[in-house]
Nanobody, 119 residues
Framework: QVQMVESGGGLVQAGGSLRLSCTVSGRAFISYVMGWFRQAPGKERELVAAISWTTGSTDYGYSAKGRFTISRDNAKNTVYLQMNSLEPEDTAVYYC????????????WGQGTQVTVSS
């Protein structure tokens, strides 16, 4: 059974930083792309960042560029999202997800972790 467990969310002041972690288990994620998504109340879910588990190549959503960094630790089966210069607009539930590299649909999802940025 695949499990994806996020952690690291919380309350932070504007300008602060947080690091989210997503630890995966239950299968090998070789040839998968790992993504971080977020969804704020009343808004659509958006892709924040993605990383190839195999090659380490990354992709970022517009809101994340220059402020967030996605990385992975293969030995720990963990994907990270380092978030700097946080703004109140970054407040959302952040989800970790995985998809096969040759598909567009993310098939595995974590339960989400809340990030709240106060002004």
């Amino acid at each position: 059974q695949v499990q994806m467990v996020e952690s690291g969310g919380g309350l932070v002041q504007a300008g602060g930083s947080l690091r989210l972690s997503c630890t995966v288990s239950g299968r090998a994620f070789i040839s998968y792309v790992m993504g971080w998504f977020r969804q704020a109340p009343g808004k659509e879910r958006e892709l924040v960042a993605a990383i190839s588990w195999t090659t380490g190549s990354t992709d970022y959503g517009y809101s994340a560029k220059g402020r967030f960094t996605i990385s992975r630790d293969n030995a720990k089966n963990t994907v990270y999202l380092q978030m700097n210069s946080l703004e109140p607009e970054d407040t959302a539930v952040y989800y970790c997800a995985a998809r096969r590299a040759w598909l567009d649909r993310y098939e595995y999802w974590g339960q989400g972790t809340q990030v709240t940025v106060s002004s």
